[in-house]
């Protein structure tokens, strides 16, 4: 493979999912691909079908390879119970957050406004949950119902720490594909 373009049907053959946290099974991945994009799959123990569109390729641009070190450098990459299944970025500075959301969507590995509601969390604030809301919307460019705030006893900036939960196990996986395809190249 060459190492500015990673091939994605190529980056999962003979792969397989994480294991599930409740049953510790571990399926096969597979991949479709319609150039320009390829379907990577696999099926449950109930024959359900889990599948995610991905580009055919990933071009690994300079500031993509710097998204994947902060990925690999600054957020949870921790397979313990269900964190498997989710991509999560943290950080007290926006513009990192931003960059990194930005350049996923960039490169169609995410798009941005499929981010649900609620599921990023907002922790470690000495401001009001509004204002601090309010804030990282702005900031981030997404509305204020993506947000959600959880009072807890550390409050160590007025912003606090914000911490975007992208759950797609199969989104999870390529990534860390990825990262481990850069890290052993």
Not at 28 to 36: D, F, G, M, S, V
Not at 42 to 54: A, E, G, L, M, V
Not at 80 to 106: A, F, M, W
Not at 152 to 169: A, F, L, M, Q, R
Request: glycine fraction near 4%.
């Amino acid at each position: 493979m060459d190492f500015k373009k990673i091939n994605i049907k190529l980056l999962i053959e003979g792969k397989k999912t994480y294991p599930s946290w409740s049953t510790k099974e571990r399926h096969n991945l597979y991949a479709k691909e319609e150039y320009p994009y390829t379907t990577i799959y696999y099926y449950t123990k109930s024959n359900k079908i889990i599948s995610k569109s991905f580009p055919s390729d990933v071009i690994l641009t300079p500031k993509l390879l710097y998204v994947f070190g902060i990925l690999i450098g600054e957020c949870p990459t921790s397979l313990g119970d269900s964190n498997y299944r989710r991509v999560t970025i943290t950080n007290s500075n926006p513009k990192l957050i931003q960059i990194v959301l930005e350049e996923l969507e960039k490169a169609n590995l995410l798009k941005i406004s499929y981010i649900i509601d609620k599921s990023i969390h907002l922790l470690h604030f000495k401001k009001d949950d509004n204002v601090v809301i309010d804030y990282w919307a702005k900031e981030l460019n997404l509305s204020t119902g993506k947000f959600k705030c959880f009072n807890d006893k550390s409050k160590t900036t007025d912003y606090g720490v914000c911490h975007v939960y992208i759950s797609n196990v199969l989104l999870r996986r390529v990534i860390d594909l990825i990262q481990e395809y850069i890290l052993n190249y």
